[in-house]
């Protein structure tokens, strides 16, 4: 049910935002009338220039920088009466440029607004490839290509097959016939598709940023965001916090109690485990005297013992030393029992140094 | 000209009321929300703590006494200068009790081991005399001194022969002596 309201209620929104969009975008022809085809007086975002106001010829640049054609154009048409430019693709290192050059009389009815975009600009951008149509509104007549040339009907060109023949195309392909109101509905849908380079063509020169214009609702709409988020925000801080506060008390003055407990036992188990590695690192050491003695049991005499990192070294002198090496590895307690350095014939007996480790098993032994 | 300082005057208290209203207004709320995300916190661990209130009391019981058996094998000096003379006594008396010669003590290290509430000496003594009370003061040292950990042995036997028995011997023994630190008395 909440879903529902929703969407109906961003399908109000969107409806409001494309009713105000096209209001706002204003057809200039010989009249002054809206994209629904209602006449307008407000003031505009886009107006459509229609195509008797201007006059439209190409010419090519051997530039492939968009911002360097910029300035050449902007040097070119340095003094020049008001005329319109769009920067074509790159093409074999080229670049195509659009000039509408607009009529004296129209550039002081263009009114107040922020884009001026010429009207065959933006219906060719709804013509298939290769295609060529015929525009009969308003009492005027004039071809189209898709490639964005277009021609008022008159003098030599008469016929569509003609137009298409001076455009480079098939003469004989199916010519669209756009009427008043095919125009108007695909006049929005052009003015989507074009790119973003041509709008930063288009953008009026010399425009000032009137509060009056279409910021003001605008920036009523940022403040009017940003304060809703503010208020919301702060008494949902402030609710929640309140909910948050009460139901601690509720809980009841145990709690503290309770969270001191928590915290002891914390504490307690750290120092607990800490302790258990103390006491398992502690070695007993005196175990080192039971090898001494199996030792000893072999006839060995012992001059050293030394205990490192749990390595004990053993040295001394026994009739046969592999005799001590092996009654040492056979005790339980020891591992890795092993000779530390080669044993030395010195009298009747033999020198030996033999490294071992504890083990800790069979101390009670 | 009148629209354009309108206009002006406009932009100038868009950017007062965000300087000093909505900036301010932002880091209160950022203060806000960090004291909810704390008392969210706390309610957490209350909720916790309430649901777990008998587990946590039977814990807790439970690891003071093993603590305090984990704690009685380590002494409670009044200091570490105290312990460390404590030690030095006692470890010289279980020496000549037995009738050998402490021939060299030396306090090489000290330090503490926060988490398990202890400090600690390191030690590094000779004992000289006859073989075989070396043999037994050895394991009474071990034995009598629960806190003594022994790191290093060196054992030297002068004319060596096989067994226990009465020759010179020289025992160096490097160790660590663990006390209860003040936090944990």
Not at chain 1, 107 to 129: F, H, I
Not at chain 1, 334 to 361: H, M, N, W, Y
Request: with cysteine; net charge positive; hydrophobic share 45%.
């Amino acid at each position: 049910m909440t879903g529902e309201r929703l969407n109906a209620a961003i399908a109000r929104l969107r409806a409001h935002l494309k009713g105000e969009l096209g209001r706002r975008v204003v057809w200039l022809t010989d009249g002054r009338r809206d994209a629904f085809g209602d006449v307008s007086t407000v003031a505009a975002l886009v107006t459509v220039l229609g195509r008797e106001h201007y006059a439209e010829r190409r010419k090519s640049y051997p530039v492939r920088s968009w911002r360097d054609l910029s300035r050449v154009l902007t040097q070119e048409l340095l003094g020049a009466p008001a005329t319109l430019t769009v920067i074509g693709p790159v093409i074999d290192d080229r670049r195509e440029v659009a000039f509408f050059a607009l009529s004296p009389a129209m550039v002081g009815q263009l009114g107040r607004t922020l884009w001026v975009v010429p009207e065959s600009l933006a219906l060719c951008a709804t013509l298939p490839a290769q295609r060529v149509a015929i525009v009969e509104r308003h009492g005027l007549r004039y071809f189209l290509a898709s490639s964005g040339v277009s021609q008022i009907a008159g003098g030599a060109v008469r016929t569509a097959a003609l137009f298409a023949m001076a455009a480079g195309l098939d003469s004989e392909q199916e010519t669209l016939a756009l009427g008043e109101q095919d125009a108007n509905m695909r006049l929005l849908q052009g003015l989507r598709r074009l790119p973003a380079g041509a709008w930063a063509r288009l953008l009026r020169p010399g425009l000032s940023l009137d509060p009056g214009l279409a910021w003001r609702p605008l920036g009523t709409l940022a403040a009017a965001g940003l304060a809703a988020y503010l208020v919301l925000g702060s008494v949902y801080l402030s609710v929640t916090q309140t909910l948050r506060e009460r139901e601690l008390k509720s809980l009841g003055p145990e709690v503290a109690t309770l969270l001191d407990s928590q915290r002891r036992v914390e504490k307690l188990s750290g120092e607990q485990r800490a302790i258990a590695t103390v006491l398992s690192d502690r070695h007993l050491t005196y175990p080192l005297w039971r090898v001494a003695a199996r030792a000893w049991q072999k006839g060995a005499s012992i001059a050293g013992v030394a205990l490192v990192d749990g390595r004990v070294t053993l040295r001394g002198t026994a009739p046969v030393a592999t005799d001590v090496l092996g009654a040492l590895a056979a005790d339980p307690g020891v591992a890795d029992a092993r000779f530390a350095a080669p044993v030395r014939q010195s009298g009747v007996r033999e020198e030996f140094v033999i490294t071992l480790k504890l083990t800790g098993k069979g101390n009670d032994g | 000209m009148g629209s354009r300082n309108a206009w002006l005057l406009g932009v100038a208290a868009v950017l007062a009321l965000l300087r000093f209203v909505v900036l301010p207004w932002g880091h209160t709320q950022a203060d806000a929300h960090e004291g909810l995300q704390v008392l969210t916190q706390r309610l957490d661990r209350s909720v916790g703590v309430t649901q777990n209130r008998a587990a946590i009391l039977s814990t807790r019981t439970q690891l003071e006494t093993a603590a305090a058996a984990a704690r009685s094998r380590f002494p409670s000096p009044p200091s570490a200068e105290a312990f460390r003379l404590d030690s030095q006594r006692r470890i010289g008396a279980i020496v000549s009790t037995s009738g050998l010669k402490l021939a060299l003590f030396d306090w090489t290290l000290e330090g503490k081991l926060a988490d398990a509430g202890l400090g600690y000496g390191r030690a590094r003594f000779q004992v000289e005399g006859p073989l075989r009370d070396i043999a037994r003061v050895h394991g009474e040292l071990e034995g009598s001194l629960p806190f003594l950990a022994v790191r290093e042995v060196q054992l030297n036997v002068m004319n060596a022969a096989p067994g226990l028995d009465d020759t010179h011997a020289t025992l160096t023994m490097v160790a660590d002596l663990f006390f209860l630190a003040e936090a944990n008395r």
